[in-house]
């Protein structure tokens, strides 16, 4: 009698490799890991598929999905200036729902029952694919093995992955959890949990300690069409090539690291430290051209509405009616965004240095207090009269200087 199959979220790490062992031995399911690379540090993943196989999987693949990642993922954040609570840039949220596509998808082709990942019971991320998955294909069933298996440390994980010949790492416990992807890295845990502790400097992989960074800043030009940056110093190139090209320039100036305290989904605080250079880079500068080429209550609108897109992405509903209907209206806002912004990068810091566009709502003429200036100083009086009356009204009927009364 055949078994019922089950597609694995795999990245060849302790937890999921387990995990496929546990599947086998706990579920009696057949496995088929799945391993996405969404830009992490390991480029060549066929090692991770190679493992999977190894350990009895039935099917492995290593599915690149970079292109897609930064075609139909990231130019969405940037569009709504994505990031979550002002600060951080969504990079493990963006990317959960992405492999989770990719999840059903193969479930589909293998006719699997069951989708499984290696999430714990109190982060964000189990929170991400299970929703992204059940929005995607609601009768397919999730298996969490971590909040399951009463594999209580990583002592007693790597003495169950020893009885069951699974080959574990041999290196030294790392000493943080990392999530990486090509919007910039997550670090967490160990000394990071303490929230006076400074991060140590070995957590920073992708950007130059600011002490050590050149005297002199470094001048980039973003240039974007429609919203999405197209080019870096007049070089036109793809999403993808463009965001591994502005990580490298942000990163050799220090910038692009964050040190937060975060409201997770399941409602605890955590201190997360994030190093995205070309995430805060790239969102910096699409805001500053909307700010150029979109007019007042349009930019009033939108930064409410970003607000509200960076949430629902960080809670894993990106599949949701009202993330699609967010990026309609992202789609019509930024038909006219378009143009260039120069940027200095010195020591850590970034510093908007000229913004132009063919579709720019700055009005010299309009704006100048020199000769030129075409501004109807004549009609500021009736303005004035009917832009305080609601306020002259007020003091009428509450009496004079009521605005300066105590409140109790």
């Given at each position: 009698m055949s078994k019922e199959k089950v597609v694995l979220a795999y990245s060849g790490g302790l937890d999921t490799s387990v995990c496929i062992k546990w599947l086998q031995v706990e579920k009696n399911l057949d496995v088929i890991a799945i391993c996405g690379n969404v830009g992490q540090d390991e480029k060549d993943l066929e090692w991770i598929r190679q493992k999977a196989l190894d350990m009895g999987a039935i099917a492995s693949e290593a599915v690149d999905m970079r292109a897609e990642y930064a075609r139909d993922f990231l130019s969405k954040a940037i569009w709504a200036n994505g990031k979550y609570e002002g600060v951080y840039p969504l990079l493990s949220a963006l990317s959960r729902p992405?492999?989770?596509?990719?999840?059903?998808?193969?479930?589909h082709r293998y006719g699997a029952k069951y989708v499984a990942h290696g999430c714990t019971g109190k982060g964000n991320d189990q929170v991400r694919f299970?929703?992204?998955?059940?929005?995607?294909?609601?009768?397919l069933e999730i298996i969490a093995p971590v909040?399951?298996?009463d594999l209580t440390s990583r002592e007693s994980e790597m003495e169950w992955a020893a009885a069951h010949d699974v080959p574990v790492p041999t290196t030294k416990k790392k000493p943080y959890s990392i999530d990486d992807n090509l919007w910039g890295r997550a670090i967490e845990c160990g000394v990071l949990e303490d929230t006076w502790n400074t991060p140590p400097a070995d957590i920073w992989t992708m950007t130059a300690d600011p002490v050590d960074c050149p005297a002199e800043p470094e001048t980039v030009i973003i240039g974007f069409e429609g919203g999405v940056p197209t080019s870096i110093n007049g070089e036109k190139m793809e999403l993808l090539d463009l965001i591994i090209k502005a990580n490298e320039i942000a990163g050799r100036n220090g910038y692009g690291r964050l040190d937060m305290i975060e409201d997770r989904v399941v409602g605890i605080k955590s201190r997360e430290c994030y190093e995205c250079p070309a995430a805060l880079l790239l969102i910096e500068a699409h805001h500053t051209l909307e700010t150029l080429c979109l007019d007042y209550e349009t930019l009033k609108e939108k930064a409410k509405l970003d607000v509200e897109w960076a949430s629902a992405v960080y809670r894993g509903l990106w599949f949701s009616q009202n993330r699609f209907a967010l990026d309609a209206y992202n789609a019509y806002t930024q038909k006219f965004v378009t143009g260039e912004v120069r940027i200095k990068l010195c020591r850590g810091g970034l510093f908007v240095d000229g913004v132009r566009s063919d579709y720019s709502l700055y009005d010299k003429n309009l704006a100048t207090y020199d000769e030129g200036d075409t501004f109807p100083h004549e009609a500021a009086p009736g303005f004035i009269e009917l832009h305080s009356m609601q306020h002259r009204t007020w003091s009428r009927v509450q009496g004079p200087g009521s605005g300066l009364q105590k409140i109790d």
């Open positions: 992405l492999i989770s596509k990719h999840l059903v998808e193969i479930a299970e929703t992204s998955i059940r929005a995607l294909d609601p009768d909040r399951e298996w």
